[in-house]
């Protein structure tokens, strides 16, 4: 018999709690989430079976998955996942919000992105359309998740985005619900936009494909321009930023008719 796919209220709780903070102790587990240390740790037990979270001495910690290892020992890696690491993560967990069992959804490559995937791993029913292959890792052991990667070549080296023919032709027979974009700069005037060209056909050709576009972006890429094009913000649903982002900034998107979500 396999796992139940489905977490107790008190454990989709603590997962929550963890994908907020990061790690917590017991205390702080029960603190936030009420009942007595001894289910909390039954709880801790099982998500740590369902490889969602470690046990620590004392309380717990996210996963990390082991793929990134390699990636460790990397400055550019390195400087790109720590660069905004706590506002990301809280996109990450307010995109995850908007999301409803049994759709379909297509998260782009990206750091931001990634933790939108991350922040799903303990969900059922729902299929994850993906270009990247650490986000189709991260969700590959998880029983309540299909996860579709597209085919393609990884054009740069260090990078998890698939790009090209293969990666095209496979989403033109796919739909989606909603698709979360991951970008570099997001500009009024310019649109959103990113490093390379053939990541920014992908990116397009999965918006194209989907009922909702929402762009998870920090607010440091408010306002910034990257060479390669992936759509005007006219394409665009919401945008999900940090508070960072001025209320003049907003404004100029929310003119447009956008909806901005700070968190």
């Known amino acids: 018999m396999g796992m139940p796919t489905q977490l107790n209220d008190r454990a989709e709780k603590i997962m929550k709690f963890l994908l907020r903070s990061g790690s917590a102790s017991i205390e702080e587990i029960l603190n936030e989430v009420g009942s007595s240390a ?6 801790l037990v099982y998500l740590e079976n369902r490889g969602l979270i470690r046990r620590t001495h004392g309380g717990a910690t996210l996963v990390e998955p082991l793929l990134y290892e390699p990636f460790r020992y990397d400055r550019s890696f390195q400087a790109r996942e720590q660069r905004f690491a706590d506002e990301k993560r ?7 919000e908007l999301i409803r069992e049994h759709e379909t959804i297509g998260l782009t490559a990206g750091t931001t992105a990634t933790l939108v995937g991350r922040s799903l791993r303990h969900r059922q029913h729902l299929q994850v359309v993906t270009n990247a292959i650490n986000i ?21 080296a260090w990078s998890f985005s698939l790009t090209g023919n293969a990666a095209l032709n496979f989403l033109n027979d796919v739909y989606m619900d909603k698709v979360f974009l991951s970008v570099i700069g997001l500009d009024v005037e310019r649109g959103a936009t990113t490093l390379e060209t053939d990541e920014a056909l992908v990116f397009r050709k999965m918006l194209k494909q989907s009922r909702q576009v929402i762009v998870v ?20 649903h919401t945008i999900i930023t940090d508070t960072g982002a001025t209320d003049e900034v907003v404004e100029a998107f929310t003119r447009r008719g956008i909806q901005v979500m700070r968190v």
């Open 38 to 43: 001894p289910s909390i740790r039954r709880d």
């Open 90 to 96: 809280r996109i990450g967990l307010a995109a995850a």
């Open 136 to 156: 189709s890792m991260e969700l590959c052991n998880q029983p309540g998740i299909r996860t579709f990667l597209t085919g393609g070549a990884v054009s740069w």
């Open 217 to 236: 972006a920090d607010s440091s890429k408010l306002g910034v321009v990257s060479p390669a094009f992936i759509c005007p913000v006219a394409d665009i």
